[in-house]
């Protein structure tokens, strides 16, 4: 197959969109693709030093005639120049704005020089359409821009049906789940659990998010509340941001000796390892990284079964669902196992498993590479150059 150059452009900092699109991009870039990143910064757990990967990066000025400056603008006319530059037969972006939208007048911009444009696929990711598809102000473009684009995907199939559904558009939509390649971690157990103050025979949940509102972070806080009464069990949380917003209902709860908190961390893998199970309390979750981040060292996951969610969890086999805001029952699940070890490594064990099989690297790249081999095979949107 064809050796193809690809512009991805996606948030770069710490969220699911952004760490998606920098593991489908050093995926694409070992299997011999040229992977052209673009944004403003390079996007946050992404190795710029691996081969085929570049960052071009979008300058964004501040001129006083605006009063807020733009960022939609100077991204097209960067994916323009670096398109031409580099020749990209793809530029595939992960959330609908402003990213799809730049794109299509990047390619627009390209056929009017007379150039060759690249094909625009574009990755929904969640709250592009959630949440802003629903605002007036937005929705709009955000229909336009899934429609023009060459090919559309969404991260699982209730995303891609919310999508259909607000937006009322008939463009096919290809579901492509999200996917994890866990690292080995470098740190044993005991040794992080050391670092953590944490004891080794402690029930440790793991939650890691960037503690939007979506993620209802205060419902987390409230389950740990409800196991008060089992000293053993803690709470490590690995936050993308600052934590200090909640640090006045911690110490209302009362629950501040249950809880260790990391911010930013980069090597998961020996955080997530050295937990035993993750709890997520998400009001909205199109996918959710986080929860097959630690089903995939083997952990079973308590969360919300909102979104996407489901379509990983597998209740009562791989972990627990419950409804949202039910903090009581996601306690008892969690009471339940740290009471129960061996249930807990059963779970742990079906968890991983469901990971690998249905969430592998290798299976959605595939489908991904499947995808846009399609695309640039089908769609004439395109014009080549004269
Ligand atoms: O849509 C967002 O909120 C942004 C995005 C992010 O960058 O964190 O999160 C979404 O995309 C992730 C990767 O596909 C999914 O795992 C998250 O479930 C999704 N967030 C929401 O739906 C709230």
Known sequence: MKKLAIGITCYPSVGGSGIVASQLGSELARLGHRIHFISYEPPFRLDLC?????????????????????????????????????????????????????????????RNQNRR?????????????????????????IKYSIENSCGVTAVSESLRKETVQVLRTRKPIQVVHNFYRPAAPSLGRAEVRRSLKVRQDDFLLIHMSNLRPVKRFMDTLKVL?????????????????????????????????????????????????????????????????GVLETMSFGKPVIATGVG???????????????????????????????????????????AKARA??????????SRYLEYYHAVLGSCPCVSAPS
Do not use: C, W
């Not at 605006?66 to 990209?88: E, G, I, N, S, W």
């Not at 696929?121 to 959630?130: A, E, N, P, Q, S």
């Not at 949440?131 to 937005?138: E, G, M, Y």
């Open 50 to 110: 691996q081969p085929n990967v570049f960052f071009h990066q979008v300058k964004i000025n501040e001129y006083q005639l605006f009063k807020y400056p733009d960022y939609t603008l100077p991204l097209a006319v960067k994916m323009v120049a670096v398109a031409q530059k580099h020749k990209l037969d793809l530029l595939h972006v992960h959330y609908a704005v402003p990213h799809a939208t730049a794109a299509l007048l990047a390619i627009d911009i390209s």
């Open 117 to 141: 444009a690249p094909h625009v696929i574009t990755t929904l990711h969640g709250t592009d359409i959630t949440l802003l598809a629903r605002d007036p102000s937005l929705g709009p473009i």
């Open 225 to 289: 509340a409800h196991l008060k009464d089992v000293p053993r069990v803690k709470l490590l949380i690995l936050a993308g941001g600052s934590f200090d917003e909640f640090r006045p209902a911690v110490k209302e709860l009362g629950i501040a000796d249950k809880l260790v908190i990391r911010r930013d961390v980069v090597d998961i893998e020996n955080y997530v390892s050295a937990s035993d199970a993750g709890l997520y309390t998400s009001e909205k979750e199109s996918f959710g990284m």
């Open 308 to 350: 996407g969610v489901p379509e990983i969890v597998v209740d009562g086999e791989t972990g627990f669902l419950a409804k949202l805001g039910d903090v009581r029952t996601m306690a008892k699940d969690a009471r339940k196992l740290a009471a129960d070890p061996a249930l807990a490594a059963a779970m742990g064990r079906a």
């Open 356 to 365: 690998a099989e249905g969430f592998s690297a290798e299976r959605s790249v």
